[in-house]
């Protein structure tokens, strides 16, 4: 059949990549794509917020599949535009796609249907919101209820700043209609990881974990990201905290969607904090991670466009998922300046000598290609990413890629995956020093 993937992403270009190696493929479409994907499908000019756009297209190529890759499309329900014209698209329909796009759904579902998660309070009014803040314990957790591209969440020591926070959000309104109602919520300690579960409504097959990096320097210090690197699997999830997290979280809210009549298809990403009272949820998202599908695909055994059909037509009773044991690790490198301001147009050097390297993927995330060079054009510019048979030979094999590359002003951490081989204990400062 033909494919259509939604996104330009390195997550994009990691799914092309993995839906390429499938026999049922014929002709495979990215919209709007980057520099690297372009290499394994024909990429589209087409916004992938453009959901007018890209049905018309899907039409006239007689897509078979669609796969939506970032999460605002699916939230403005193109899932449930391209069904009413027959279409077959993999993701969540509109209603169902509120896990993500409304935290306040997402909190009230989470509660309906006993899943653990942070003590919270929702509010659509400033002044009850500013009250509440004068009787709360903190550090104390303030996040806009809508989508606000990864800027939404805002971590409070005091009072001061749990109200500054309120401010910007309610009465400033940094994010628009996104900030109308805001939750407000206990802050939880311990390590994060994302769960993936794709779902047909009725039934699920759980991924492998992930951890991703979210914060721009070593040792998890400065500002958020979109993730700058990810490893899996994660001696967080050992198979027990697997099993708790598809029985207490995963199994309830299909089961719970499912039975108010809002089936979940697509993947539900449960992003996670492991304390000290068991795995509580941070949030969904209803779609693959960027960068933990980087690190996902290469291990799975499966055909990933066959697990996507199922999961589209009901069938994933059966299914059961396959995984490479090896380790795998991706580093983001990204523009100098990410995630404030930076420069893009740069020439990235040394692409062509990574890419005959044994076990390693080069993704391509903020790329273009002008008059035949690969040029960065974006924060996140490339998801390096290498196996190994042990998280630390995958942690030697990515970075021994990674130092072949090279463009102005690039930034990469280098501590990515050291938390794993350090469990439970301190990591290894000696290692990390090394890479
Ligand atoms: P989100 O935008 O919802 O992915 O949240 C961004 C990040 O904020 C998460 O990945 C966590 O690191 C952090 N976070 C969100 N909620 C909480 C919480 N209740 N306690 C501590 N950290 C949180
Ligand atoms: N890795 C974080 C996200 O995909 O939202």
Same mark, same amino acid.
């Given at each position: 059949?033909?494919?259509?993937?939604?996104?330009?992403?390195?997550?994009?270009?990691?799914? /092309?990549?993995?839906?390429?190696?499938?026999?049922?493929?014929?002709?495979?479409?990215?919209?709007?794509?980057?520099?690297?994907?372009?290499?394994?499908?024909?990429?589209?000019?087409?916004?992938?917020?453009?959901?007018?756009?890209?049905?018309?297209?899907?039409?006239?190529?007689?897509?078979?599949?669609?796969? /939506?890759?970032?999460?605002?499309?699916? /939230?403005?329900?193109?899932?449930?535009?391209?069904?009413?014209?027959?279409?077959?698209?993999?993701?969540?329909?509109?209603?169902?796609?509120?896990?993500?796009?409304?935290?306040?759904?997402?909190?009230?579902?989470?509660?309906?249907?006993?899943?653990?998660?942070?003590?919270?309070?929702?509010?659509?009014?400033?002044?009850?919101?500013?009250?509440?803040?004068?009787?709360?314990?903190?550090?104390?957790?303030?996040?806009?209820?809508?989508?606000?591209?990864?800027?939404?969440?805002?971590?409070?020591?005091?009072?001061?700043?749990?109200?500054?926070?309120?401010?910007?959000?309610?009465?400033?309104?940094?994010?628009?209609?996104?900030?109308?109602?805001?939750?407000?919520?206990?802050?939880?300690?311990?390590?994060?990881?994302?769960?993936?579960?794709?779902?047909?409504?009725?039934?699920?097959?759980?991924?492998?974990?992930?951890?991703?990096?979210?914060?721009?320097?070593?040792?998890?210090?400065?500002?958020?990201?979109?993730?700058?690197?990810?490893?899996?699997?994660?001696?967080?999830?050992?198979?027990?905290?697997?099993?708790?997290?598809?029985?207490?979280?995963?199994?309830?809210?299909?089961?719970?969607?499912?039975?108010?009549?809002?089936?979940?298809?697509?993947?539900?990403?449960?992003?996670?904090?492991?304390?000290?009272?068991?795995?509580?949820?941070?949030?969904?998202?209803?779609?693959?991670?960027?960068?933990?599908?980087?690190?996902?695909?290469?291990?799975?055994?499966?055909?990933?466009?066959?697990?996507?059909?199922?999961?589209?037509?009901?069938?994933?009773?059966?299914?059961?998922?396959?995984?490479?044991?090896?380790?795998?690790?991706?580093?983001?490198?990204?523009?100098?300046?990410?995630?404030?301001?930076?420069?893009?147009?740069?020439?990235?050097?040394?692409?062509?000598?990574?890419?005959?390297?044994?076990?390693?993927?080069?993704?391509?995330?903020?790329?273009?290609?002008?008059?035949?060079?690969?040029?960065?054009?974006?924060?996140?510019?490339?998801?390096?990413?290498?196996?190994?048979?042990?998280?630390?030979?995958?942690?030697?094999?990515?970075?021994?890629?990674?130092?072949?590359?090279?463009?102005?002003?690039?930034?990469?951490?280098?501590?990515?995956?050291?938390?794993?081989?350090?469990?439970?204990?301190?990591?290894?400062?000696?290692?990390?020093?090394?890479?």
């Amino acid at each position: 059949m033909n494919i259509l993937v939604i996104g330009s992403g390195g997550r994009e270009h990691a799914l /092309v990549w993995k839906i390429r190696q499938s026999p049922l493929v014929k002709k495979l479409y990215c919209a709007p794509g980057n520099g690297g994907i372009e290499e394994m499908a024909e990429c589209v000019d087409i916004a992938s917020d453009d959901i007018a756009g890209l049905l018309k297209f899907a039409k006239t190529k007689k897509i078979g599949l669609t796969v /939506v890759g970032p999460e605002a499309a699916l /939230v403005a329900g193109i899932v449930d535009a391209f069904e009413k014209e027959k279409l077959m698209i993999f993701g969540p329909s509109k209603r169902a796609a509120r896990l993500e796009g409304s935290k306040v759904f997402a909190k009230e579902a989470m509660r309906e249907f006993h899943v653990p998660t942070a003590a919270f309070q929702s509010f659509d009014n400033y002044e009850t919101a500013k009250s509440f803040l004068e009787k709360a314990q903190y550090p104390i957790v303030v996040k806009a209820d809508g989508l606000a591209g990864g800027k939404g969440v805002m971590l409070c020591d005091n009072l001061l700043k749990a109200q500054e926070a309120v401010d910007q959000i309610m009465k400033q309104k940094i994010f628009k209609e996104a900030g109308a109602k805001i939750v407000v919520e206990e802050c939880l300690k311990g390590e994060e990881v994302s769960i993936l579960a794709i779902s047909d409504g009725n039934n699920f097959v759980i991924l492998d974990g992930a951890q991703d990096h979210k914060r721009i320097f070593d040792d998890d210090i400065g500002p958020n990201t979109g993730g700058m690197g990810a490893y899996s699997p994660t001696p967080f999830v050992d198979e027990e905290m697997l099993k708790t997290i598809e029985t207490r979280i995963i199994d309830p809210v299909i089961r719970g969607m499912r039975r108010e009549g809002i089936p979940f298809k697509g993947v539900l990403y449960a992003g996670i904090m492991i304390t000290e009272e068991g795995p509580k949820v941070l949030e969904f998202n209803v779609r693959f991670g960027d960068p933990e599908t980087q690190v996902l695909l290469p291990r799975l055994k499966n055909d990933l466009v066959e697990m996507m059909a199922a999961s589209c037509e009901g069938r994933l009773e059966d299914m059961h998922l396959a995984w490479d044991k090896r380790r795998c690790v991706c580093v983001v490198m990204s523009s100098g300046g990410y995630p404030g301001k930076y420069e893009a147009g740069f020439e990235i050097k040394g692409l062509t000598a990574v890419q005959k390297d044994l076990e390693t993927i080069v993704f391509h995330s903020g790329t273009k290609k002008e008059d035949g060079n690969v040029v960065t054009a974006g924060g996140r510019v490339l998801g390096v990413t290498a196996l190994g048979d042990t998280i630390e030979e995958a942690i030697n094999h990515v970075y021994a890629s990674v130092e072949k590359i090279s463009f102005t002003r690039c930034f990469f951490r280098r501590d990515i995956g050291a938390k794993a081989f350090a469990h439970p204990r301190k990591r290894s400062k000696a290692i990390t020093r090394n890479l």
